[in-house]
């Protein structure tokens, strides 16, 4: 019954009622599609960096993060091999490799570079490498001749695929090694940066190059959730050779990591942001509103309405108005984010977007919690800043309400 007068209250003013509606559909939609976007953003970064050659987890001999040279590679891989092979869910991917840093060189430039040595097979559903190569063929299991590079280095060195560059780079004996490698494809990455910055021949052939038999630097493992990644960790840390040491993608990315985990506190204060600008036009709506109705408020009062029925009266109308802006700004915001389900090009700003590690499509997400988030603030802090202009219609009395003209 309340509810129903509440009903009937809030729309005796209709234009003021609309106003505050918008004020509650304009708040919800701008927290849940921008909260959208801002996760879509930080998806776009984590998914760019673990595809980025990553992974979920890797293992390597313990130093090589700090120092990635040939010294401190993995000589005998086949402990390690049967290890993952027992341990790691069927629905893994995960592939044995060599980097270190060297040089690349034509008659034209020449440039630093990460050389990776890949087993060509096992790198699609790993990395990026295996879905992005744009032009020319990618590298066969036993081309020892053969290279792949981006479409960065490419233009940089003036050069194109048929063509060779000649890859430098310390070799196990410490002595320099070099060898001439010819460009069979070219791949595309979502950053420039990575485009200029690896290369990548087949394993064997980065064996060569250093002089070792059949040694490797990682071993790169990528789940199918990435929610499981750390148990599957604390089951490698479990039985792992002496000398090795298993890294997460936490690991590997500490500042990404930060950031993630700053992103929920983020979030919220956002929402506060949003909900401080709403705030102030609803309940200085609602003041208004029950100063227009001071009348009514002291005759109900002289009748012998108890001040605690006026509070909850006004209090059931606000939570009507919350209610109906809720559901017409969750509406709105999920519109918006099905329209732009495609993904938003940012290639404007690539630079931009490169510097933070985002891909040139940004693609907004919508998590449960955000939404949930949104929702609950705007009607718990709603309803709290309702309660000024409540109590203010259940403190007035017959004879303030006699007074007024």
Same mark, same amino acid.
């Given at each position: 019954?309340?509810?129903?007068?509440?009903?009937?209250?809030?729309?005796?003013?209709?234009?003021?009622?609309?106003?505050?509606?918008?004020?509650?559909?304009?708040?919800?939609?701008?927290?849940?599609?921008?909260?959208?976007?801002?996760?879509?953003?930080?998806?776009?970064?984590?998914?760019?960096?673990?595809?980025?050659?990553? @992974?979920?987890?890797?293992?390597?001999?313990?130093?090589?993060?700090?120092?990635?040279?040939?010294?401190?590679?993995?000589?005998?891989?086949?402990?390690?091999?049967?290890?993952?092979?027992?341990?790691?869910?069927?629905?893994?991917?995960?592939?044995?490799?060599?980097?270190?840093?060297?040089?690349?060189?034509?008659?034209?430039?020449?440039?630093?570079?990460?050389?990776?040595?890949?087993?060509?097979?096992?790198?699609?559903?790993?990395?990026?490498?295996?879905?992005?190569?744009?032009?020319?063929?990618?590298?066969?299991?036993?081309?020892?001749?053969?290279?792949?590079?981006?479409?960065?280095?490419?233009?940089?060195?003036?050069?194109?695929?048929?063509?060779?560059?000649?890859?430098?780079?310390?070799?196990?004996?410490?002595?320099?090694?070099?060898?001439?490698?010819?460009?069979?494809?070219?791949?595309?990455?979502?950053?420039?940066?990575?485009?200029?910055?690896?290369?990548?021949?087949?394993?064997?052939?980065?064996?060569?190059?250093? @002089?070792?038999?059949?040694?490797?630097?990682?071993?790169?493992?990528?789940?199918?959730?990435?929610?499981?990644?750390?148990?599957?960790?604390?089951?490698?840390?479990?039985?792992?050779?002496?000398?090795?040491?298993?890294?997460?993608?936490?690991?590997?990315?500490?500042?990404?990591?930060?950031?993630?985990?700053?992103?929920?506190?983020?979030?919220?204060?956002?929402?506060?942001?949003?909900?401080?600008?709403?705030?102030?036009?609803?309940?200085?709506?609602?003041?208004?509103?029950?100063?227009?109705?001071?009348?009514?408020?002291?005759?109900?009062?002289?009748?012998?309405?108890?001040?605690?029925?006026?509070?909850?009266?006004?209090?059931?109308?606000?939570?009507?108005?919350?209610?109906?802006?809720?559901?017409?700004?969750?509406?709105?915001?999920?519109?918006?984010?099905?329209?732009?389900?495609?993904?938003?090009?940012?290639?404007?700003?690539?630079?931009?977007?490169?510097?933070?590690?985002?891909?040139?499509?940004?693609?907004?997400?919508?998590?449960?919690?955000?939404?949930?988030?949104?929702?609950?603030?705007?009607?718990?802090?709603?309803?709290?800043?309702?309660?000024?202009?409540?109590?203010?219609? @259940?403190?007035?009395?017959?004879?303030?309400?006699?007074?007024?003209?």
């Amino acid at each position: 019954m309340q509810l129903q007068i509440a009903w009937r209250n809030i729309w005796r003013n209709p234009r003021r009622t609309l106003i505050i509606l918008a004020a509650v559909i304009i708040g919800a939609w701008t927290m849940l599609f921008f909260g959208a976007l801002s996760r879509g953003m930080a998806e776009s970064m984590l998914d760019n960096s673990i595809n980025t050659l990553t @992974g979920h987890i890797q293992i390597q001999k313990t130093g090589y993060r700090d120092d990635p040279v040939v010294e401190n590679r993995i000589d005998d891989p086949a402990p390690l091999r049967a290890l993952l092979e027992k341990v790691l869910p069927p629905d893994a991917k995960w592939a044995f490799r060599i980097e270190v840093n060297g040089v690349a060189s034509n008659a034209r430039n020449s440039d630093g570079v990460a050389i990776v040595g890949i087993a060509p097979d096992r790198e699609p559903g790993l990395s990026f490498y295996g879905q992005s190569i744009v032009a020319g063929r990618p590298l066969g299991m036993d081309d020892a001749h053969g290279m792949v590079v981006g479409k960065g280095l490419l233009d940089s060195m003036d050069t194109k695929p048929g063509r060779k560059i000649v890859l430098m780079t310390q070799g196990a004996d410490k002595d320099t090694q070099s060898r001439a490698f010819k460009i069979r494809g070219v791949y595309r990455a979502e950053l420039e940066a990575t485009e200029k910055r690896y290369v990548f021949i087949t394993l064997s052939a980065a064996r060569t190059l250093l @002089g070792v038999q059949d040694a490797v630097t990682a071993a790169c493992v990528r789940l199918p959730d990435r929610n499981r990644v750390e148990p599957v960790a604390e089951a490698l840390r479990a039985e792992l050779p002496a000398g090795l040491t298993v890294l997460t993608w936490e690991d590997m990315l500490p500042l990404l990591t930060g950031y993630l985990s700053m992103f929920d506190s983020f979030m919220f204060l956002w929402y506060l942001v949003v909900f401080t600008a709403m705030g102030f036009g609803i309940v200085n709506t609602m003041l208004m509103a029950v100063l227009e109705r001071t009348r009514e408020f002291g005759l109900l009062k002289a009748l012998g309405m108890r001040p605690a029925l006026i509070v909850r009266g006004v209090l059931a109308e606000c939570l009507i108005l919350l209610l109906v802006g809720l559901a017409a700004g969750n509406l709105l915001g999920l519109a918006s984010i099905h329209a732009l389900s495609g993904g938003i090009d940012l290639s404007f700003m690539a630079q931009g977007s490169e510097y933070f590690g985002m891909g040139h499509i940004i693609i907004p997400k919508l998590a449960a919690r955000d939404a949930l988030t949104a929702n609950a603030v705007i009607l718990a802090l709603g309803l709290l800043v309702c309660l000024y202009p409540a109590l203010k219609a @259940g403190r007035i009395t017959p004879v303030e309400a006699m007074a007024q003209t």
